[in-house]
């Protein structure tokens, strides 16, 4: 595979516990990583759908400082998908006006790591009006290209839908 070997890495967050969605809202440019922000609650399970296209096998995946054990759902030559589910247990509430960098990082043999910084704030598990507020969250789409080095990984479009 060369350096212009193109692929997709599609990621959806939704509650484990009822599948409730997640909500992100747009904040411009008030914070440094992102002009958007995901909603989420401190001491909550999440689930997350992980799609690639075409099929590439991450030797890891975290989110956070949590390594993520990945649990493939299906497979065929032009994609694979995978499920996982993530805690945010001992995650601080966030304070006012602040946001929380979240990394999200896969590594592939041979092509290197992927590696996104997601902006966050996180809520207490009982304030469920102000993590419903904004838009919808159903998935974030990250279309990838390879670098010379085969070190990291480009992203060269990240879409929230």
Not at 23 to 29: A, N, R, S, T
Not at 77 to 87: A, G, I, K, N, Q
Not at 140 to 152: D, G, H, I, K
Request: proline fraction near 4%.
């Amino acid at each position: 595979m060369g350096s212009d070997f193109i692929f997709k890495v599609t990621v959806s967050i939704r509650r484990e516990d009822d599948g409730s969605p997640v909500f992100f809202k747009i904040d411009g440019g008030r914070f440094k990583t992102s002009e958007r922000t995901i909603k989420l609650q401190a001491d909550v399970q999440y689930r997350l759908d992980i799609e690639i296209k075409p099929s590439l096998y991450p030797k890891a995946t975290s989110l956070g400082t949590t390594p993520l054990q990945l649990k493939e759902q299906t497979r065929d030559p032009h994609s694979v998908r995978y499920t996982t589910v993530w805690s945010t247990a001992g995650t601080s509430v966030s304070k006012k006006g602040s946001r929380q960098d979240v990394p999200f990082v896969m590594e592939f043999d041979g092509l290197g790591m992927l590696k996104v910084c997601l902006q966050c704030k996180f809520y207490k598990a009982s304030d469920s009006d102000h993590c419903s507020w904004g838009d919808s969250f159903k998935q974030m789409e990250l279309n990838c290209t390879l670098t010379e080095e085969r070190t990291f990984i480009k992203v060269y479009n990240q879409q929230f839908k």
